[in-house]
């Protein structure tokens, strides 16, 4: 009886874990999509006419982030997430789209992001600092785990 019992809370611990990977799975994903249009949202304030250009900074200072989940509650068919993301200093984006509002747009195609970002944090003396962004989102079970808008 005693590993009958054992056996069934190993099986239920189990589908709880895998359960909780999900949401953490969802919630990343959900995390950077968030981020990455929070950036082309901040970036398309300042930067006009140069779609490509907002597009790909954005995705590069999503790729040069770091996304983790802090915590996760999971209530039925609704999860509340807190991620952490680990981002480039506003000092640095801020630089960055500076030098991309006031970039030619024949010159657009030929700018690379990445560099003029490492660039900036010598010349800014960033280096390796991220700022640190928090976000909490509700995730809701619909065809699996979906952020909530």
């Not at 969802?26 to 250009?53: P, W, Y």
């Not at 807190?82 to 000092?91: G, S």
């Not at 030929?110 to 280096?127: C, M, Y």
Request: charged share 25%; net charge positive; glycine share 6%.
């Amino acid at each position: 009886m005693k590993k009958y019992l054992f056996c069934l809370g190993l099986v239920f611990g189990l589908l709880a874990c895998s359960e909780e990977s999900r949401v953490k799975n969802a919630a990343l994903e959900g995390a950077q999509a968030r981020f990455q249009k929070q950036m082309q949202d901040e970036i398309g304030a300042s930067v006009t006419g140069k779609a490509n250009l907002q597009k790909t900074a954005a995705k590069v200072l999503t790729e040069k982030s770091e996304f983790e989940i802090s915590s996760i509650e999971i209530h039925g068919e609704q999860a509340n997430v807190v991620a952490v993301v680990k981002t480039v200093p506003v000092k640095a984006r801020v630089a960055l789209i500076e030098i991309m509002a006031r970039l030619d747009a024949k010159k657009e195609a030929t700018f690379n992001v990445s560099n003029a970002l490492g660039l900036i944090a010598k010349e800014t003396g960033t280096g390796d600092e991220r700022d640190v962004v928090t976000m909490n989102m509700i995730l809701v079970k619909k065809d699996g785990w979906k952020v909530s808008e």
